[in-house]
């Protein structure tokens, strides 16, 4: 059996010291976006243009599906308002970076 230094491996306990340092800039993170997120909100429902039953907002639909006892309708939209956000994000760097390569820059 090999000592584990000749395989070039990390020692024991490496990743959960790297992960521990993670964490807090992973909390401010929660924090910030939470905090920023909130206002948005508050805004959205109030200026959204509430006809009941014609003009809705993907936040209004959830908060009235929460409100009316609808968590799995809630949570559907919630999951697909996360998936196209994550598309977009994604979309946005496939295109930047490809922008960067063609003028030269090294990404």
């Known amino acids: 059996m090999k000592?584990?230094?000749s395989?070039?491996?990390?020692p024991p306990g490496a990743g959960v010291t790297t992960v521990m340092?993670?964490?807090?800039?992973?909390?401010i993170s929660v924090a910030i976006i939470c905090a920023t997120?909130?206002?948005v909100f508050g805004s959205v429902v109030v200026v959204a243009g509430n006809i009941p039953r014609r003009t809705l907002?993907?936040?209004v639909y959830v908060f009235g599906a929460i409100e009316s006892g609808e968590p799995a309708?809630?949570?559907?939209m919630s999951?697909?308002?996360v998936a196209v956000s994550a598309g977009l994000i994604l979309a946005v760097d496939r295109y930047t970076?490809?922008?960067?390569?063609?003028?030269?820059?090294r990404v």
């Open 21 to 27: 340092s993670a964490v807090p800039g992973t909390a």
């Open 73 to 76: 309708a809630a949570s559907a």
């Open 37 to 39: 997120s909130c206002p």
């Open 79 to 81: 999951l697909l308002l």
């Open 97 to 105: 970076r490809a922008r960067a390569r063609a003028i030269g820059v």
């Open 57 to 59: 907002t993907a936040p």
């Open 7 to 10: 395989l070039d491996m990390p």
């Open 3 to 5: 000592n584990v230094m």
